[in-house]
């Protein structure tokens, strides 16, 4: 490889290659997965959420405590959401993904919600499942939920 950086003629097909590994490096398995349709723990492409073993191990009461985390935060986010709606983009990006982003506007706010509620959800699911007792999420977050809506359209 040293041989290979030493030359300055090999230099312009070294750099292209080392830049798509370094891209490729970091992108990391999650990224494969993804692409490959393997679930891995965290947000999944199809808007579920699957648990960590991390997660799997925590008590009752971490769990339940995490989930009500999670219910604050995301009744939290309408709000969020008014604020950026009526902000300027900030970017052309931004103002692209406002402008063609489809359900939610192109607004980080209401992506954090999806990602949120689909980990609300799963947590809840597996509270159920271990036994512990779990909190209707949907029927908690109520009026945000409906606000939320609004957002998605």
Request: net charge negative; glycine share 12%.
């Amino acid at each position: 490889m040293a041989a290979i950086l030493r030359g300055s003629r090999n230099l312009g097909v070294v750099l292209p290659i080392g830049a798509l590994l370094a891209a490729l490096a970091a992108g990391g398995c999650s990224t494969f997965q993804d692409f490959a349709g393997v679930q891995h723990a965290g947000y999944q492409n199809d808007g579920t959420y699957v648990l960590s073993a991390q997660d799997k191990d925590l008590g009752c009461g971490h769990l339940q405590e995490r989930s009500d985390g999670l219910i604050a935060q995301m009744q939290a986010l309408p709000a969020r959401a008014v604020q950026e709606l009526q902000d300027a983009p900030k970017s052309l990006a931004a103002m692209f993904s406002r402008t063609f982003g489809g359900g939610g506007n192109g607004l980080k706010a209401v992506d954090a919600y999806d990602r949120t509620h689909a980990e609300a959800v799963a947590l809840n699911a597996y509270l159920d499942e271990k036994g512990c007792g779990s909190t209707d999420v949907d029927a908690h977050l109520g009026e945000s939920n409906e606000q939320m809506v609004f957002f998605k359209r």
